[in-house]
């Protein structure tokens, strides 16, 4: 009796990829839980580090730390105009405070992206509001409505009113400013 070993070796290669397939979803499963928070989960804590404009680290009470970056801006880096004024004024309100992060997502350096509240404020669109960020329009389709709106006009009346960075004439948004430095 002739065999093919085509024909013979197709319910053993569909099971092979079956079992590849289980490998990646049980491989990518493991990922996001090593990474801690899923996106769209609430962290509250407390704020232990400023790394600038639109990035703090949150100590929850399991004593876990959370890299946070704001979401809806972008704040001047260091060593750009206002990158340190723009860190201070984070600073004052939020570090060493308790804090509630809506997160929404991990970006790609695996930090929570979210809204950051301290006593019923929003610092992100405080940040904005006192002309130490740019609402960051690349993302705006990740923000409900009412945030979108929000931002934008506290980004106009900040620029109108020549608040901090819009004390310059033509600002450098920091993604170009890291767009050139590439």
Request: charged share 30%; hydrophobic share 35%.
């Amino acid at each position: 009796m002739v065999t093919s070993s085509r024909y013979d070796s197709a319910p053993l290669n569909a099971v092979k990829g079956r079992r590849v397939i289980s490998r990646c979803v049980v491989g990518l499963c493991l990922m996001v839980l090593a990474h801690g928070i899923a996106a769209g989960e609430t962290i509250e804590g407390k704020v232990v580090r400023v790394s600038d404009g639109d990035t703090i680290t949150v100590l929850d009470q399991s004593k876990t730390q959370h890299k946070i970056r704001l979401s809806g801006i972008d704040a001047p880096e260091k060593g750009m105009p206002f990158g340190q004024k723009s860190k201070d004024n984070l600073s004052d309100m939020v570090a060493g405070k308790e804090v509630t992060v809506e997160t929404t997502k991990l970006d790609r350096y695996g930090r929570n992206v979210g809204k950051v509240l301290v006593e019923g404020l929003d610092a992100n669109l405080a940040q904005v509001e006192a002309g130490f960020a740019w609402h960051y329009k690349a993302y705006q389709r990740e923000q409900s409505g009412a945030d979108r709106l929000a931002y934008t006009h506290a980004e106009e009346r900040a620029r109108e009113a020549r608040k901090g960075l819009w004390m310059d004439r033509e600002p450098t948004p920091p993604w170009e400013w890291r767009k050139q430095r590439r």
